[in-house]
Every structure is written in structure tokens, then in C-alpha cells.
């Protein structure tokens, strides 16, 4: 079955590290996303990307950095992780078809601790 | 006013009562509805979309008021299984497609009792 895996699931890491978290779909769709949830806040959109080599910024992007090298993958970056980044951060994936009543696919959740 | 408000609950049902959520939404030109829901640390997923003259699944039924600006999700026969958060999202985008506009609330936990 198709699906959209994240890894790692659980992470902690130190103030300052650079941290990758990694998003990888097998529906072969066109829109990837990337969102975190905290209390009190909900989802927020940090990047997303509609094809290969797109990128767009998001509500929240300041801190975080992606690329699309393939249809697969959108990997998440974080360039110097903050407590404030401490966080659930969910994946996503949708099938493009022009129309917004798409279905997006959410991936299980990188829980990520910055101390 | 916010996007996307939702009473964040918790509602305490006992199991078989009816339960009404109510999200309202800021931008009048939006375009499509959707109601997901969460269980506790899991991914939010797609439980209906909410369409103009409403729709039923099953012990569901969705409903959208364009003139009020709201949208609301009614369980009936309410289990146990029912319990989770559920999640208004909404697309303000005129012209449908982009996704990465979609709104989320920030969710109304429901918890079913026996």
C-alpha cells in the first residue's frame, strides 16, 4: 500500500545542532507539506512544494528550510534548532488535480525536542 | 476574528447521545470544507469533506452555512470510539488547488464516556 512514512519518529537534540527530519511518500503525489502542532496553536504550515525543485514558504518558515530533489522526499531542516522549535511536526502529502477538494495524507509525526 | 475558530471542548458525551461541533471561518470567498479528526498523537485524517447542500455519513453529518460563515459536524449514536479531537480545515483560495492554503482549526476534543 502506498504511504508517507517520516523518520525520526522521536528525536531530542542541543540548541544550535542542525537537524534534519525526513518525509517520503509512495503516491507518487505532486504536493508535499510540512506543518507543526503545539498547543494552543494547531497545525501551522511551515513549507510546502507542489512539484520537483518548488519550494514555498509557509506560516511559520522562519528557522526551517526544505528541498525538492524528487517526487518522493521533502526533507525538513532545521539550521540551528531552538527550544522554541520543540515540537510535533507532521508531513503531508496530496495528489494535484486543480481542484482544492483533495485529500491530504498525513504522515505519523516527528516529535522533536530542542534542550 | 480569527481564520478558522473552533470551541476548543472538551465535550463529555455519555456513549449514544448527539453531539454538535460548530467552526466558523473568516474569508467569506473560501472555497471548500473538510472536517478531520485526531485521536491523541496520532496524524490529524480526513473524516468528511463539507459540501454547499450538506452530507451525511453514516452517524455523520456535515453542514455548510455560507451566508454565517460556518460549518458543523453532528455525531449521532455517539461510541466510544468516537473519541478524539476534530479539526475544522478550511481553503480559502479562490480558485481551488492550492493546498498549501488549507486553515486548520485548532480542534474540539470530544470525549465519549460509557
Known amino acids: 500500500d502506498a504511504e508517507i512514512t517520516q523518520s525520526p519518529r522521536h528525536k531530542i537534540t542541543e540548541t544550535g545542532r542542525q537537524v534534519t527530519l525526513a518525509c517520503h511518500q509512495t503516491w507518487n503525489h505532486n504536493n508535499m507539506f510540512w506543518y507543526r502542532q503545539d498547543l494552543g496553536h494547531g497545525l501551522r504550515l511551515i513549507h510546502y512544494?507542489?512539484?520537483?525543485?518548488?519550494?514555498n514558504k509557509g506560516e511559520v518558515s522562519d528557522g526551517y528550510s526544505v528541498s525538492r530533489s524528487n517526487t518522493e522526499d521533502l526533507p525538513l531542516t532545521l539550521e540551528s534548532a531552538a527550544s522554541s522549535q520543540t515540537s510535533v511536526y507532521f508531513c503531508?502529502?496530496?495528489?494535484?488535480?486543480?481542484?482544492?477538494?483533495?485529500?491530504?495524507?498525513f504522515g505519523e509525526g516527528s516529535w522533536l525536542t530542542v534542550v | 476574528r480569527k481564520e478558522v475558530e473552533q470551541d476548543p471542548g472538551p465535550f463529555n458525551v455519555p456513549e449514544g447521545a448527539t453531539v454538535a461541533f460548530n467552526c466558523t471561518y473568516s474569508?467569506?470567498?473560501?472555497?471548500?470544507f473538510f472536517w478531520y479528526r485526531q485521536d491523541c498523537r496520532k496524524e490529524p485524517k480526513l473524516l468528511m469533506s463539507?459540501?454547499?447542500s450538506g452530507n451525511e455519513d453514516g452517524r455523520f453529518t456535515a453542514q455548510l452555512n455560507r451566508a454565517s460563515q460556518y460549518i458543523s459536524l453532528l455525531i449521532r449514536d455517539s461510541k466510544l470510539s468516537d473519541s478524539a479531537t476534530y479539526l475544522c480545515?478550511?481553503?480559502?483560495?479562490?480558485?481551488?488547488?492550492?493546498?498549501?492554503?488549507?486553515?486548520f482549526g485548532k480542534g474540539t476534543k470530544l470525549s465519549v464516556k460509557p
Open positions: 474569508n467569506s470567498a473560501s472555497q471548500s
Open positions: 512544494s507542489y512539484g520537483v525543485h518548488d519550494t
Open positions: 503531508a502529502s496530496s495528489e494535484y488535480a486543480g481542484t482544492s477538494g483533495n485529500t491530504i495524507y
Open positions: 463539507v459540501y454547499s
Open positions: 480545515v478550511v481553503n480559502p483560495s479562490k480558485y481551488g488547488g492550492s493546498q498549501g492554503n488549507l486553515i
